[in-house]
């Protein structure tokens, strides 16, 4: 369900949001290696006119995005320090300066929430629609009062029924015939699998565990 359905519509979601809401040129997303990541990096590259700056925390996540063709890509590490997560925001602050980002897309709340908004410029928005790092932390109120930066959620569902009915139709009928065209791979909404049968299924899940399970899903095969 979230390969076929979750993932690439809001993927979608998420660009209408960029491109109808914001009149953003470029955004920035978090947790870019993820499955949904991935799809977002390769519907942009079927579309003019927006970029997209993925954040990850390790060079191995870099590198899947960019042999999938991101042009823009931030590596975070596992900074806990203060100076190296300096130099991290400094790299983003760069690139969204470059291309006059506006808005970010964050999956990991924690820490990044005011990290993405320190760098964001005034009035620019960031749209929260995961928790991976727990409760959001040091946001600074500044950015929220005196440059009227923003703070927001984005939820799937509410996104579908936007406007009632008359709204949701079209929107759908569109957005549906977008993710049935990408879905033969290597189409934009497809997904990766790495098959297993059910006498290796607990082995792998295993292995995935213990290893980076970035990007890579199990999936049962009977035949």
């Known amino acids: 369900f979230a390969s076929f359905f979750v993932n690439p519509y809001t993927a979608i979601g998420i ?3 960029v491109i109808n809401v914001e009149g953003s040129p470029a955004f920035v997303h978090t947790a870019a290696a993820s499955q949904l990541g991935q799809m977002i990096v ?15 925390r390790r ?9 999938i063709g991101a042009k823009h890509i931030v590596v975070t590490g596992s900074a806990t320090d203060e100076e190296s997560t300096q130099k991290w925001k400094d790299e983003l602050q760069l690139k969204i300066d470059e291309l006059g980002a506006t808005c970010a897309f964050d999956a990991i709340s924690g820490s990044m929430s005011g990290d993405l908004l320190d760098v ?3 009035k620019g928005a960031l749209y929260t629609y995961g928790a991976l790092g727990g409760k959001m932390q040091n946001i600074n109120a500044i950015n929220l009062i005196y440059k009227e930066k923003r703070l927001e959620g984005f939820f799937l569902t509410r996104w579908v029924k936007e406007g009632g009915l008359f709204s949701m139709v079209p929107r759908m009928l569109s957005a549906s015939k977008k993710v049935n065209a990408g879905l033969k791979s290597p189409g934009w909404s497809s997904t990766q699998f790495m098959d297993t049968t059910m006498e290796k299924a607990h082995a ?16 049962i095969r009977f035949d």
């Open 15 to 17: 660009l209408d949001n």
């Open 42 to 56: 390769k519907l942009v590259n079927t579309m003019d006119g927006t970029e997209v700056i993925n954040v990850v």
């Open 59 to 67: 060079e191995e996540q870099a590198t899947l995005l960019r042999d």
């Open 120 to 122: 964001l410029p005034p």
């Open 204 to 219: 792998d899940i295993i292995g995935l565990l213990k290893g980076s399970a970035t990007g890579k899903k199990l999936r």
